[in-house]
């Protein structure tokens, strides 16, 4: 079965300071997609970044960076240099071939808040 | 371009009412999939329409219904309300059903209360 673990339910760090959020996911499915979605406090998801299962090549995307293992199956996401803005909840999440990908499973979430 | 619209943003209903909520997705994107969002979770998947056919369906009762129309906005429809209903009700949009290559584009959602 598909499972989206996501173990911090909150994070606060001061404004500038690092912050990464774990994810671990489960499936048995091979060919599988892997997101970050931002929910700021007007409710609306924003999509962050996708990756598919035969891509674990890490990026960094200006102060976003994202670390896919498939050894551990864990997708973690790292704010460099956080500010105000970035306070909002983050999801991670995992679509599978099999069940299209449409039908995405989330994560619970990990607020973060960033105090100035 | 005008991104996923929603309608209602917010409504309250009574157990045992029924709710239709309304969904615009982006132009040009055909297919349509409804979330629910229990406050403190991550959404879970409830439908997904693309060229008006039922897709994909989750772990939802029948008092849960959809439909998708000619110009691909949807309806999400639910009967005999529960307290449990209470949820944000988000709509997403994809331009292919099939494609993996496409994200999905959500709205910002229809708050449901009920009392």
């Known amino acids: 079965a598909q499972k989206v673990t996501q173990a911090q339910t909150e994070i606060s760090v001061v404004e500038k300071e690092d912050v990464t959020l774990d994810c671990v996911y489960e499936?048995?499915?091979?060919?599988?997609?892997l997101f970050w979605y931002k929910q700021p406090p007007s409710g609306e998801l924003v999509f962050l970044i996708r990756r598919n299962s035969f891509d674990e090549q890490n990026e960094i995307s200006g102060r976003y960076s994202w670390n896919f293992q498939k050894s551990t199956s864990s997708f973690n996401f790292t704010i460099t240099a956080s500010q105000v803005v970035d306070s909002a909840v983050y999801f991670c999440?995992?679509?599978?071939?099999?069940?299209?990908?449409?039908?995405?499973?989330f994560g619970t979430g990990t607020r973060l808040t960033v105090i100035p | 371009d005008a991104g996923v619209t929603q309608s209602p943003t917010h409504l309250i209903k009574t157990r045992g009412q029924q709710v239709t909520l309304r969904c615009s997705p982006i132009s040009g994107h055909k297919s349509v999939s409804w979330y629910q969002q229990v406050l403190g979770q991550g959404p879970q998947f409830i439908f997904q329409?693309?060229?008006?056919?039922?897709?994909g369906r989750g772990n939802f009762p029948d008092r849960f219904s959809a439909r998708q129309f000619p110009n691909y906005s949807s309806e999400l429809n639910v009967n005999a309300l529960l307290l449990g209903d209470s949820a944000l009700y988000l709509c997403?949009?994809?331009?292919?059903?099939?494609?993996?290559?496409?994200?999905?584009?959500f709205g910002a959602g229809s708050r449901l209360t009920v009392l």
């Open positions: 999440a995992l679509s599978e071939a099999r069940t299209g990908a449409n039908n995405l499973f």
């Open positions: 329409y693309y060229e008006k056919e039922e897709r």
């Open positions: 997403a949009s994809r331009f292919d059903s099939v494609s993996g290559a496409n994200v999905l584009t």
């Open positions: 499936t048995r499915d091979t060919t599988y997609y």
